[in-house]
């Protein structure tokens, strides 16, 4: 079996949206019916507003896909391409194809041979949500940490986030944290 293969298609993403957005109705339609008292409305809110959803987003992937993946939400107020900009200590900016990545080598001092406690040999891929970048304030600051302890971190953005360039999808994601 292939590695794509095994990856949900968005259309089951969407049947697995439709069955959470009933669940959300439910309990939307009693938190109406709670407030106002009223059956009807809390029946035509959840009517006109909630059902449509999950239809809107199965025959719509483009839409389903820009919910999904935040990869329009990039505050560009600095370059990537300097690490040091964004309050990462140590880091480079080494690129892994096209993909935009820091790399932030360890920062351990222990001997080769020493039975040290700290994480000198651990080298973290780091792989950052569906929205932003690898240079918003709380990624930043878990490269940050993570260095602290001695690991070396890879942090990288996936195609078609920040400056990486390409089309966001879950195979997309996939295959680059890969790489």
């Given at each position: 079996?292939s590695?794509?293969?095994?990856?949900?298609?968005?259309?089951?993403?969407?049947?697995d949206?439709q069955?959470?957005?009933?669940?959300?109705?439910?309990?939307?339609?009693?938190?109406?019916?709670?407030?106002?008292?009223?059956?009807?409305?809390?029946?035509l809110?959840?009517l006109?507003?909630?059902l449509?959803?999950?239809?809107?987003?199965?025959?719509?992937?483009?839409?389903?896909?820009?919910?999904?993946?935040?990869?329009?939400y990039?505050?560009?107020d600095?370059?990537?391409?300097?690490?040091s900009?964004?309050?990462?200590?140590?880091?480079?900016?080494?690129?892994?194809?096209?993909?935009?990545?820091?790399?932030?080598?360890?920062?351990?001092?222990?001997?080769?041979?020493?039975?040290?406690?700290?994480?000198?040999?651990?080298?973290?891929?780091?792989?950052?949500?569906?929205s932003?970048?690898?240079?918003?304030?709380?990624?930043?600051?878990?490269?940050?940490?993570?260095?602290?302890?001695?690991?070396?971190?890879?942090?990288f953005?996936?195609?078609?986030?920040?400056?990486?360039?390409?089309?966001?999808?879950?195979v997309?994601?996939?295959?680059?944290a890969?790489?």
């Amino acid at each position: 079996m292939s590695s794509s293969s095994s990856l949900q298609s968005f259309d089951s993403v969407g049947w697995d949206a439709q069955r959470q957005v009933v669940m959300v109705a439910v309990g939307i339609f009693s938190t109406v019916l709670w407030w106002s008292g009223n059956v009807l409305l809390a029946a035509l809110v959840v009517l006109i507003v909630l059902l449509p959803f999950p239809w809107v987003l199965v025959r719509f992937p483009y839409l389903q896909r820009k919910l999904l993946f935040h990869s329009w939400y990039y505050q560009a107020d600095k370059p990537l391409d300097n690490p040091s900009l964004w309050g990462v200590k140590d880091g480079v900016n080494n690129p892994i194809g096209q993909l935009g990545c820091w790399f932030v080598p360890s920062t351990c001092k222990c001997a080769p041979t020493s039975t040290c406690s700290c994480l000198c040999d651990t080298v973290v891929v780091y792989c950052h949500g569906s929205s932003g970048s690898r240079g918003n304030s709380y990624r930043v600051d878990l490269v940050n940490f993570l260095s602290s302890l001695g690991c070396a971190v890879y942090a990288f953005d996936y195609r078609g986030y920040a400056d990486s360039p390409g089309q966001s999808s879950q195979v997309n994601s996939v295959q680059d944290a890969r790489k």
